[in-house]
């Protein structure tokens, strides 16, 4: 079993920037890929930013330039640090753990970007 416990987020003027954790516990194996999602109010829950199986960033389009994925391995801890924030950001952001074909989910955070 796997726990991801999220922190980091809150309200921030557009312009901003907010700092996002995850720190993972349980069973963990070497090869788990870690990445962030976020979900808006009415809209489907889309990927952020993630490292890939070859462990390279990967970004969505909307926040590349702006959001930087990183991660602690000692910690089993993954960051997202997020500038230039607009109120398009503003969402629920969750961080996920995928593993041997299954995906575990933290309980999120709400990021909200007033403009």
């Known amino acids: 079993q796997v726990q991801l416990v999220e922190s980091g987020g809150g309200l921030v003027q557009a312009g901003g920037s907010l700092r996002l954790s995850c720190a993972a516990s349980g069973t963990i194996f070497r090869d788990a890929v870690m990445g962030w999602y976020r979900q808006a109010p009415g809209k489907q829950r889309d990927l952020v930013a993630t490292f890939t199986s070859s462990s390279s960033p990967k970004y969505a389009d909307s926040v590349k330039g702006r959001f930087t994925i990183s991660r602690d391995n000692a910690k089993n801890t993954v960051y997202l640090q997020m500038n230039s924030l607009k109120p398009e950001d503003t969402a629920v952001y969750y961080c996920?753990?995928?593993?041997?074909?299954?995906?575990?989910w933290g309980q999120g955070t709400q990021v909200t970007v007033s403009s």
């Open positions: 996920a753990l995928h593993q041997r074909g299954y995906t575990y």
